[in-house]
Nanobody
Framework: QVQLVESGGGLVQAGGSLRVSCAASGRTFRRYALGWFRQAPGKEREFVATISWNGGTTYYADSVKGRFTISKDNSKNTVYLQMNTLKPEDTAVYYC?????????????????WGQGTQVTVSS
């Protein structure tokens, strides 16, 4: 069983930066691929970024490519999402997810564990 707890959300102006973190419990964390998803009001949850178990492979949604960076620190059981050049359309609840597999994945059904989410609001 893996428990995920996100932190670091908040309010930021357009063009600013924010880093959200996700701390995981569980001894097998280093063998898990991880992902970030987001859900804006009235919209479906969408993929943002994913990273393989060893950090060697990452994928990003086109909407965040070049602005967001996902990283994983196995020594701290933590995954990060660095968000730069934020836009109002990035406003959403951001969810961390883990899958008991080593390969990165871009769809929600491929993930086994989810955090409770952290709110990110970008003002114009």
């Amino acid at each position: 069983q893996v428990q995920l707890v996100e932190s670091g959300g908040g309010l930021v102006q357009a063009g600013g930066s924010l880093r959200v973190s996700c701390a995981a419990s569980g001894r097998t964390f280093r063998r898990y691929a991880l992902g970030w998803f987001r859900q804006a009001p009235g919209k479906e949850r969408e993929f943002v970024a994913t990273i393989s178990w060893n950090g060697g492979t990452t994928y990003y949604a086109d909407s965040v490519k070049g602005r967001f960076t996902i990283s994983k620190d196995n020594s701290k059981n933590t995954v990060y999402l660095q968000m730069n050049t934020l836009k109002p359309e990035d406003t959403a609840v951001y969810y961390c997810a883990a899958r008991s597999a080593v390969l990165a994945a871009t769809t929600a059904p491929e993930y086994d564990y989810w955090g409770q989410g952290t709110q990110v609001t970008v003002s114009s």
